[in-house]
């Protein structure tokens, strides 16, 4: 498997996730404003209202991180699992979700790829720019099947292949060389940001990742590009 432009094995790349998610936990939030320009914000709530959490629902932030989605997603009165398998990431999250009195999550350190949940809990999963830092990718998507109930939904969001040629160069050299400038200004790390976004690079186009999906066992598998592919937003139903 890929780390970064180095080739590794399964155990060292969750090894290096680790640390590259441990190293950036308590500066993660201002560097995604920072370096999506605020823009990752409007992502996040363009997600959580295709994902609909409803009142009452059961519903999985997986690689929840520091508790964005799931702020959005606890607005509605759904019963809201964060699930993460990196302890910094999460600490960070259950603080934020204290200074705004934001109660009622459940925060549980696990790895997508076998998580701590019993089969058909969640009536929806969400998984927000997570899925390319996992190891066993197929693995996790077989997983988030097996915890959805019969009839429930699954939504991922996720930076993909931007389609727009002259938008695509602008956003690689943006990348490559704003990006770990930005790293190492303001979290002294422009290590882990080059590893984020060469894995960027490496995930799947969006066919690719939608055919994933599908072989892990979802329906009506879609996709919604958002800025020709930069980012997008892929579902599924278990049927
Ligand atoms: N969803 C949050 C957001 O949108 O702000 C956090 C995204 S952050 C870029 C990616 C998260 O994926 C990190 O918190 C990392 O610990 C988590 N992660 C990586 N591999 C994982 C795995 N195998 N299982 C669960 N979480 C994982």
Known sequence: ??????????????????????????RYDIMNDLMSAGAHRLWKDDFVGRVRPRAGEAILDLAGGTGDIA???????????????????LAVGEERAAKRGIAGLTWRAANAEAMPFDDAFFDAAAIAFGIRNVTDIPAALRDIHRVL????????LEFSTCEWPGFAKLYDAY?????PRIG???AGDAESYRYLIESIRRFPDMQAFAGMIRAAGFSRVAVTPILGGAVAIHSGWKL
């Open 1 to 26: 498997v890929s780390f970064g432009y180095a080739d590794v094995t399964p155990a060292e790349k969750t090894a290096k996730v680790g640390a590259v998610f441990s190293s950036v936990a308590r």
């Open 149 to 156: 109930k019969y009839g429930g939904r699954f939504f991922c």
């Open 184 to 186: 190492q200004a303001v």
């Open 175 to 179: 990348s490559h060389h704003v990006v």
């Open 71 to 89: 702020f959005r997603l606890a607005t509605s009165g759904a019963s809201v699992t964060v699930a993460d398998i990196n302890a910094d990431m």
